[in-house]
T-cell receptor, first 111, second 118 residues
C-alpha cells in the first residue's frame, strides 16, 4: 500500500529559528515529490516539486531535499516567520492519476 | 477569477439531506480532483477528471457520493442522504494536465467547502 508518513505531527518554534520537517514514503511507481503549505481554512499551496533526479530544491526560505534511495525527503525552513505557521504536507506523485498525501506537520511559530 | 473557486464555503445540513458542492477550476485546466480532509487527517482522494476520459472514481467512499464535470469545466460533487461521518472539508484542485506523473504540473487548490452534518 502506498503511504507517506510525516514527522513530527506538530512542532512549535520561536520566530527566527530554523526547523526541519521529515517525510518518508513507500510509493511505487515514483514520479515526483511535492511539499505543500496549507494555512488554516485555506487550500494547500505548492512550495516545491522534485523529480527522481533532483535532490534539492529551494523556494525562498524553504529548501526541500530528496533521497530517492532511502525514500526520504525533508523540508528545511530558515529564519522562521510568524506567517510560516501552517500545516506542511508532503505529497508523492506516482502514475498519472496518483498522488499520495501525508497527514501533514502542524508548525506553529511563536513571537 | 484567477484561481480555483469553490462554493459554498460552508454548508450545514441535517442528516439524511442531499448536498451539492461546486468547483470552478482554472480556465484551461483539463485535470480536476476532489479530495476530502477530515479534522487532523491527510487529504483523501475522492475522484479525478482528466479531459474527456472516464473519471477515476476509485476514491469515492460509498455510492452516496457522485460527481460530474460538465463541459470539461465546472464540477459538482453530490452527497446523498448525508451522514455525520461525511462532515469534513471538501477540497477541489485543478491542474493543466494530470498532476501525478508530470512533475511540473502544479495542482491549484480551492479554499474548500466545510460541510457539517448535524
Amino acid at each position: 500500500k502506498n503511504q507517506v508518513e510525516q514527522s513530527p505531527q506538530s512542532l512549535i518554534i520561536l520566530e527566527g529559528k530554523n526547523c526541519t520537517l521529515q517525510c518518508n514514503y513507500t510509493v511505487s511507481p515514483f514520479s515526483n515529490l511535492r511539499w505543500y503549505k496549507q494555512d488554516t481554512g485555506r487550500g494547500p499551496v505548492s512550495l516545491t516539486i522534485m523529480t527522481f533526479s533532483e535532490n534539492t530544491k529551494s523556494n525562498g526560505r524553504y529548501t526541500a531535499t530528496l533521497d530517492a534511495d532511502t525514500k526520504q525527503s525533508s523540508l528545511h525552513i530558515t529564519a522562521s516567520q510568524l506567517s510560516d505557521s501552517a500545516s506542511y504536507i508532503c505529497v508523492v506523485g506516482g502514475s498519472a492519476r496518483q498522488l499520495t498525501f501525508g497527514s501533514g506537520t502542524q508548525l506553529t511559530v511563536l513571537p | 477569477g484567477a484561481g480555483v473557486s469553490q462554493s459554498p464555503s460552508n454548508k450545514v445540513t441535517e442528516k439524511g439531506k442531499d448536498v451539492e458542492l461546486r468547483c470552478d477550476p482554472i480556465s484551461g485546466h483539463t485535470a480536476l480532483y476532489w479530495y476530502r480532509q477530515s479534522l487532523g487527517q491527510g487529504l483523501e482522494f475522492l475522484i479525478y477528471f482528466q479531459g474527456n476520459s472516464a473519471p477515476d472514481k476509485s476514491g469515492l467512499p460509498s455510492d452516496r457520493f457522485s460527481a460530474e464535470r460538465t463541459g470539461g469545466s465546472v464540477s459538482t460533487l453530490t452527497i446523498q442522504r448525508t451522514q455525520q461521518e461525511d462532515s469534513a472539508v471538501y477540497l477541489c484542485a485543478s491542474s493543466p494536465r494530470g498532476a501525478g506523473a508530470l512533475a511540473k504540473n502544479i495542482q491549484y487548490f480551492g479554499a474548500g467547502t466545510r460541510l457539517s452534518v448535524l
